[in-house]
């Protein structure tokens, strides 16, 4: 080597691959359960507010078809919930309007109402049940005379195995129906909604889904009145 040949040295440092240390890895999990702690319970509280609105729509959907059915076939039509369960049923009631319109009382069918075979097939009639977690809390009816006589008639249904079976909620031919509402809520009940229909117009809304305090605040004020 003389004194002309250059000695180049390579001051560069090794290419190294920084890992993450054990307290980084510790820090980026509890960001993570944290976010899910926060996110988790909004995200099934969506689903359970989708699931009741689901349901108000079910029930809702199935009065406006047994007050259709009512006025086309001039039968009336009979709703009756599982309270504490999940099942509803509409069927026709046989008992003869003509005879309530002139006050009149006719034998008719204990509960299961007609057995006519000509039903089984129309829509709208028969058993259903409520989208999966939500139940029939309660139920609320107003009577008058032509509901008051088929009611005593039809006395109580049978209790089923997932709930008692409530009153019924009565469409006639004429498009009016019963004075009802009905209650819907989580199966822990802690979220509710409310489906009601006027009895002179037959038209059903739906409220906004409520708490359990609200609910029982909204029942005290209506039986105060």
């Not at 005593?152 to 006639?172: K, M, R, V």
């Amino acid at each position: 080597m003389n004194a002309h040949d250059r000695i180049t040295i390579n001051t560069r440092r090794p290419h190294t691959h920084a890992g993450l240390s054990l307290f980084e890895i510790i820090l980026v999990m509890a960001i993570i359960v944290g976010i899910g702690a926060i996110v988790m319970p909004s995200f099934g509280g969506m689903l359970e507010g989708q699931r009741l609105r689901k349901s108000a729509d079910v029930v809702r959907a199935s009065w406006n078809n047994a007050r259709i059915r009512a006025m086309k076939s001039g039968n009336t039509m009979v709703f009756r919930c599982q309270v504490g369960g999940t099942g509803f049923l509409v069927e026709p009631w046989a008992g003869g309007d003509q005879f309530l319109e002139r006050g009149e009382v006719v034998a008719a069918p204990v509960f299961g109402l007609t057995n006519d075979p000509n039903t089984a097939n129309i829509s709208g009639v028969g058993e259903d049940n409520l989208p999966e977690g939500i139940v029939f809390a309660g139920t609320k009816q107003g009577q008058d005379a032509r509901s008051f006589a088929i009611v005593q008639q039809l006395g109580n249904a049978p209790p089923s195995a997932t709930g008692q079976w409530s009153e019924p909620i009565l469409f006639y031919p004429d498009g009016s129906t019963s004075q009802a509402q009905i209650q819907l809520s989580t199966a822990e009940m802690k979220r509710f909604v409310l489906v009601q229909i006027r009895g002179l117009t037959g038209i059903a809304t739906v409220t906004d889904i409520i708490t359990q305090s609200d609910l029982a605040i909204l029942l005290s004020q209506e039986g105060g009145q």
